[in-house]
């Protein structure tokens, strides 16, 4: 399947995953909260439909050479969308995630080729445009379904895409640690192999011994540590074999955003 497909089939199993979820829900349990702290479930999906129509436009921009959308466009249409009654934000955030995905889907060979944007502090690719949307709607898309579903877990198709950029994402949102650390990462499903340094933050595949120690668990876990959401109660059986390193301080080092 060529690269670019198989985000696209992510996206596409993200967005149906979260219509299912959210299917059928009562009024109260729309208003429910969701993993994120200060989100219902409702304005999760107001997020998602917010973040929609964002990134139409910047589909738009891509395809046609145009400028990115900027904080002047952003606003009028995150303050509509928290305007919406909670089960409007829910089923409009799902009708706006349809027709997004339906265009992507929809885009030739030729255009994706072509497709590029500045945005996010980079210039994007068309995978780089689907990698941001799946990395924003699987994490989200948990955090409604770990309200339904104590048992939930991120996505599998979604973690084995997303686990090989988190060392950009790493340095981005890691707090880094008073003591620096050294500790070697593997995951399983799909398996991969990190060094994580706990001073700058940086999270590289492994070249070398660790001098911490190891931790061993599910790559849609490590997405959730590095994402904040890892708490002890969502953390499945995982290996941590160090003298110097807990898990209450690796998740002091993602604390979420």
Do not use: C, K
Not at 11 to 24: C, E, K, N, Y
Not at 48 to 73: C, I, K, R, V, Y
Not at 241 to 252: F, G, I, M, N, Q
């Amino acid at each position: 399947m060529p690269e670019s497909q198989a985000w696209l089939a992510a996206v596409r199993s993200s967005h149906d995953r979260l219509r299912a979820l959210v299917a059928g829900l009562s009024p109260g349990q729309v208003t429910a909260p969701s993993y994120a702290s200060e989100w219902t479930l409702a304005q999760v999906l107001s997020h998602l439909g917010s973040q929609a129509e964002l990134f139409w436009l910047l589909l738009d921009a891509g395809l046609s050479g145009g400028p990115a959308p900027g904080q002047a466009t952003m606003l009028p249409i995150w303050q509509r969308w928290d305007a919406l009654p909670p089960e409007a934000q829910v089923t409009t955030s799902v009708d706006a995630n349809e027709r997004l995905v339906r265009r992507l889907e929809a885009l030739d060979a030729a255009q994706i080729a072509a497709f590029s944007v500045s945005a996010f502090g980079s210039q994007m690719d068309f995978v780089g445009l689907l990698r941001a949307r799946l990395s924003e709607h699987a994490v989200h898309t948990w955090d409604v379904a770990i309200a339904l579903d104590p048992a939930a877990v991120l996505a599998p198709d979604a973690a084995a895409l997303l686990v090989d950029y988190l060392p950009e994402m790493a340095a981005r949102v890691g707090r880094p640690a008073a003591r620096p650390e050294s500790l070697a990462v593997s995951t399983t499903d799909p398996e991969r192999h990190f060094t994580l340094s706990t001073g700058g933050v940086r999270l590289e595949a492994r070249s070398g011994p660790a001098s911490s120690g190891s931790l061993r668990l599910p790559a849609e876990a490590l997405l959730r540590l590095v994402y904040g959401r890892l708490d002890r109660a969502h953390t499945p059986p995982l290996q941590l074999d160090s003298p110097t390193v807990t898990l209450d301080d690796l998740r002091s080092i993602f604390p979420g955003f």
